[in-house]
């Protein structure tokens, strides 16, 4: 059974990304693959730093989530935009678990976390773009990394208004192309597993 780390790119307790990120695990489980849903919020780091990595080497938060990227096949990260780009911290914490450990050999290197792993990538705003304008940004940032970015997202438009208050996503359009993503993640990492 294919292992999916299903998170969003935003700590805010109430994101619409974290919403959208909890049903995308459901999702994930009913089509088959076993979800892990991580809150980006339980594991501060400081913002990369260069000299602070060279002093303290990774911080233990940075050090627990590599090692959740590591136990999972795929993911799926809802991430919010900002100013037409992915947020600092979704930014922040792709940048610590690059970082070579020990060695920088095997799983010792920052691209262990990364490569071969596949992704489905999503979006949720209250805008009328859902995200088109930095889903793109992600896409490339994960492949530089060695992830295989499924070709179809989830942009999730005027997100304020497709929840309902137990969470449930009520637009209908929306949960069948949330569905069809978490089937392909399921599928493809499962196949390369």
Do not use: C
């Not at 959208?20 to 459901?26: C, D, G, I």
């Not at 996503?169 to 399921?186: E, F, H, P, Q, Y």
């Amino acid at each position: 059974m294919a292992r999916i780390l299903v998170f969003a790119g935003s700590a805010r307790r109430d994101s619409l990304n974290k919403k959208l990120a909890r049903v995308a695990a459901q999702a994930v489980k009913d089509a088959g693959g076993e979800a892990t849903f991580l809150d980006l919020d339980d594991y501060p780091v400081p913002v990369y730093h260069g000299d602070l990595e060279a002093k303290e080497g990774m911080p233990a938060n940075a050090l627990a989530v590599r090692e959740l990227f590591l136990a999972h096949e795929a993911f799926v990260i809802a991430s919010p935009e900002n100013n037409q780009s992915i947020s600092a911290l979704l930014k922040n914490t792709i940048d610590w678990l690059s970082r070579d450990i020990g060695a920088g050999a095997g799983t010792d290197s920052g691209l262990a976390p990364y490569r071969g792993k596949v992704a489905g990538i999503m979006n949720a705003t209250p805008g009328p773009y859902g995200g088109v304008r930095h889903l793109f940004h992600l896409r490339q940032v994960l492949a530089g990394l060695g992830v295989i970015v499924l070709p179809q997202q989830v942009q999730l438009a005027h997100a304020d208004k497709a929840f309902d208050s137990s969470g449930a996503l009520t637009d209908a359009r929306a949960g069948k192309a949330l569905a069809s993503l978490a089937r392909a993640v399921v599928e493809v990492a499962g196949k390369l597993a």
